[in-house]
């Protein structure tokens, strides 16, 4: 057997009503045997009580989430330290300094990284420049 909350689309009525199975639910509405303990209306469905849903989520889950994200968030702040030690911030220059080293051959000790639109990088692209693309998290402790 299985309960259901019931909800009438008609007059808004909540009642709960067993059945055999979810199949049964689906048997009696079909045969149009399932109707509103109130009007008598056969529009009525299932009420799916999402907040409770919500309610029920262990919170291990939510903690694990959360911890993955941190996870993550930690490795991209250690790449961005990296980075930060190896390369040379250009800022909003990239797009001008990707293409000066490329051209003049310009001979650079470090690496460079900043910031360049997503068709300025195109155009760097057909040019035959090779750039990254990298996840970046701000820091807001510094
Ligand atoms: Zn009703």
Known sequence: MIKYNI???ECDLNFDSWFASSKDFEKLKSKKLLNCHKCN???VEKNLMAPKLIRNKPDND????L???SVIKNKI???QKFIKNNFEYVG?????????IHYNEKK?????YGTASLKDLKELKEEGIDTQVLPWVEDKNN
Do not use: P, Q, V, W
């Not at 939510?62 to 989430?65: F, G, H, T």
């Open 7 to 9: 909800i009438c689309k």
């Open 41 to 43: 209306s056969l529009n």
């Open 62 to 65: 939510l903690k694990k989430e």
């Open 67 to 69: 911890k993955k994200h």
């Open 77 to 79: 702040k250690d790449y």
């Open 92 to 100: 909003k220059n990239f797009t001008y300094e990707a293409r000066s």
């Open 108 to 112: 650079k000790e470090k690496g460079i």
